[in-house]
């Protein structure tokens, strides 16, 4: 019986070398561990006990001829396999589904392994993540390299996808000339949070409001939404000056500026204000740049947040060769397939079931094709 997700592995290039102790295929190993992450294994011990346990139901599928692998075997061979590459067999079956949903929108954010020790910027594992805000998929992913920076991950994270018709919002971090650039030539258009680290432009895009307020907001197109969750309301007032004039150069075709204030109220108490800048390719009403700017925050309630709570990714200690990264991009694959099925839960609910029943782990890895 064939199985799609053997087929998204087929030209991945097996990092080990040809000998008489290479005793399993490399699909085998990965068809296994991406399964038991979705069933809930968080470790390699744990993988390969699900492996074994589930043995006859693999043989349906794979060619297991010595049997399940070890968890050291797992381990070794993660460590070992390039994280891009694995990255993008993946992200290559999420962005057909992800055409077929009619895909606009793509968040660019990184999120840290607090207890996976590396040199980076961090001083542990940084995963820099695409995610689709509207299908809920994970696109891509590239790890910030030793001695490295998110800064100059975010672009080699975006050379990998098709950008497109897709409207690519960053934080910070992504607020450089280079990138903005990078995502126009690739056919993406651009939203990003303007902050301090780009002062020149910072300061220059509050003076365009500054203007703008001086002429009482004429020619502004201002939108408002309210919300509430947590506890606590929330207002939010965009306001958007297009074709702004004054920006330093260098700035690819930025069609207009926003100001984002919020206002907080939480037991009855109003916080003080805050106010974010923004550039982008854009020219769109308010409403519309508030609706891409609301849902960049997507990454952080629909993938990292669930990463924490019900995957405890910063408890991981993988830490051998490219093993974090790898085992990371797993992770995510489990979450975007988890939430595509039409079952009631929590995503740690959906884990158990799958975890549980054969049938519905077949359901869920249906969600990603070849």
């Not at 009619?102 to 607090?114: E, F, N, P, Q, T």
């Not at 207890?115 to 994970?138: D, K, M, P």
């Not at 009631?344 to 158990?352: A, H, L, W």
Request: with cysteine.
């Amino acid at each position: 019986m064939p199985l799609a997700l053997t087929t998204v592995f087929a030209d991945l290039p097996d990092p080990r070398i040809e000998t008489a102790n290479k005793l399993h295929p490399l699909t085998d190993i990965l068809v296994i561990a991406t399964c038991a992450v979705i069933a809930g294994a968080d470790g390699w011990e744990e993988i390969a006990e699900y492996g074994q346990s589930k043995e006859d139901f693999f043989r349906r599928f794979l060619e297991l001829p010595n049997g399940v692998p070890s968890h050291d075997t797992f381990e070794r061979v993660f460590a070992k396999l390039d994280p891009d590459a694995f990255a993008d067999r993946f992200g290559r079956g999420m962005r057909a589904l992800c055409e077929s949903t009619g895909l606009v929108h793509i968040a660019v954010d990184g999120k840290s392994a607090r207890r996976s020790a590396q040199g980076t910027f961090t001083g542990c594992l940084h995963l820099v993540s695409a995610w689709a805000t509207e299908s809920r998929l994970i696109l891509g992913q590239r790890s910030v390299p030793e001695g490295g920076h998110e800064i100059t991950t975010v672009p080699d994270l975006l050379a990998a996808l098709n950008l497109n018709g897709a409207v690519v919002t960053l934080d910070a971090a992504g607020c450089q000339k280079a990138t903005v650039e990078q995502i126009r030539q690739q056919g993406g258009d651009y939203v990003v949070c303007v902050k301090g680290n780009q002062k020149g432009l910072h300061d220059a895009v509050a003076d365009v409001f500054d203007r703008a307020g001086g002429a009482e907001l004429a020619g502004c197109d201002m939108a408002g939404e309210a919300g509430v969750g947590h506890g606590r309301e929330e207002e939010r007032y965009v306001t958007v000056v297009q074709d702004p004039e004054g920006l330093p150069g260098g700035w690819t075709d930025v069609g207009a500026v926003a100001l984002v204030c919020r206002e907080r109220r939480a037991k009855g108490q109003k916080s003080e204000g805050t106010g974010h800048y923004y550039i982008t390719s854009l020219r769109v009403r308010a409403a519309v740049l508030a609706g891409y700017i609301r849902n960049h925050w997507g990454i952080e309630n629909g993938l990292h947040w669930v990463l924490d709570v019900a995957f405890r990714e910063d408890d991981s200690r993988a830490r051998t060769g490219h093993a974090a990264a790898n085992l990371g991009m797993l992770r995510r694959v489990a979450v975007s397939l988890l939430t595509r099925t039409k079952v009631k839960g929590s995503i740690k609910t959906r884990r158990m079931k799958a975890g549980w029943d054969d049938n519905y782990l077949l359901q869920v890895i249906q969600g990603i094709t070849a």
